[in-house]
């Protein structure tokens, strides 16, 4: 139990921070936030569900498990949509308190403008909040349950068909450091595909001398990933490259010890936007620590990193508009507007990325430069309205 005045201390302390006005113009922007990131969100599952009908009789996956698969990965959808929502959500609320002359009233009593945006900012704070909460305990499990329920049943195809019947999406290149025994300085691994928790197929490993040279190459057929970590593979082919030539043997089983724990390949097995932000975080540490590159992973970071200064530009982009001297727009002109600024944002964001990756820019810069340019656009709009 806390102490007796804790509460009330605690109470008075977020009054002195929220007042009832700020309360009340958070409440109405909260609700159109709630509604807005809704409807977003159910638009971009309903075009998944779509794209995911088109695999619907392979193997055995159904109608039910592509909306289960759909459901599952909504969180992550509703994070990526925060943004845009907190736009439309401004736009709406805040209209509609100038079209009710609640905002005329209010800067009458000497409330002023910026005072009505900075109480939308302070309801920023706990949405931020919540997103980092789903992003880091909703998201990743609810995207491994709904990879490995998707995969498992579009594998079925291979048992049905052959082994060569289906091309899992759960396969992924890693890169680190040789293990302890192994031929060379540096490995990559790359998988095909995932059953389940313990078992890969598709395995390749190449091991890399000190000097660049290619030492020797693994290929398994399957791999048993046993509790403590090490892969027993199966039906290997192993060729090992020296200075007189190659040398391939083909070996029942092979017991490899990795360079990634269980808790990385886990991890490694999610798709960027959908690992935890704080793991997300440490794998990209690791990497630079070991002088490994890892640009796909340090991008997702930053951009998860700028989810807040998006939301506060998104902010900041409405009161232009809400502030604007006509102020008889009517509800569809608010949302045209705000799908407008969220499909322009939205495109410069995925060009940015796309340029990173293309001419291996700084992932921090293009990361951030989009909301920040439309934040000094925003102040700039919101200044000149209001000179």
């Not at 594998?155 to 060379?184: I, K, V, Y």
């Amino acid at each position: 139990m806390g102490r007796p005045g804790a509460a009330p201390r605690w109470r008075a302390a977020w009054a002195g921070i929220a007042t009832p006005l700020d309360r009340y113009i958070g409440a109405a922007v909260l609700r159109t936030f709630i509604l807005a990131a809704s409807g977003l969100t159910g638009l971009f599952s309903l075009l998944t569900f779509v794209d995911q009908l088109a695999q619907v009789g392979q193997g055995r996956y159904s109608v039910s498990d592509a909306l289960a698969y759909v459901l599952l990965t909504a969180p992550s959808r509703l994070v990526q949509a925060a943004p845009v929502a907190m736009l439309i959500g401004c736009l709406l609320a805040l209209g509609a308190l100038g079209r009710g002359s609640e905002l005329t009233a209010m800067r009458s009593l000497g409330v002023s403008e910026s005072r009505i945006i900075g109480a939308v900012l302070k309801l920023a704070v706990p949405i931020i909040l919540a997103l980092f909460l789903i992003a880091e305990f909703v998201v990743p499990p609810a995207q491994e349950h709904a990879d490995t329920a998707r995969t498992t049943a579009l594998s079925r195809a291979a048992t049905d068909h052959g082994p060569d019947s289906f091309q899992g999406q759960g396969g992924f290149w890693a890169q680190g450091g040789a293990a302890a025994g192994s031929a060379g300085a540096r490995q990559f691994l790359n998988v095909q595909r995932f059953r389940g928790k313990d078992e890969a197929e598709g395995i390749d490993i190449y091991s890399f001398a000190a000097d660049g040279r290619l030492a020797r190459l693994l290929r398994a057929e399957r791999a048993e990933i046993r509790p403590d970590g090490i892969w027993l593979l199966r039906d290997v082919r192993q060729q090992t490259i020296t200075a007189s030539g190659v040398r391939a043997e083909h070996l029942a089983s092979f017991p490899w010890h990795p360079f990634l724990s269980p808790a990385q390949i886990r991890l490694l097995r999610l798709p960027p936007e959908a690992m935890p932000p704080v793991e997300l975080f440490r794998y990209v540490r690791d990497l630079r620590r070991d002088h490994l590159q890892g640009l796909r992973y340090a991008q997702e970071l930053w951009r998860q990193i700028g989810i807040p200064l998006s939301l506060v530009a998104m902010i900041l982009a409405s009161a232009p508009f809400v502030f604007a001297p006509a102020r008889h727009q009517g509800v569809g002109q608010q949302v045209a507007i705000g799908a407008i600024i969220g499909i322009v944002f939205s495109l410069v964001q995925q060009l940015a990325g796309h340029l990173t990756l293309l001419l291996d820019l700084d992932p921090a810069a293009t990361a951030l430069a989009p909301p920040l340019l439309l934040t000094m656009l925003s102040v700039h709009l919101f200044l000149r309205a209001n000179r």
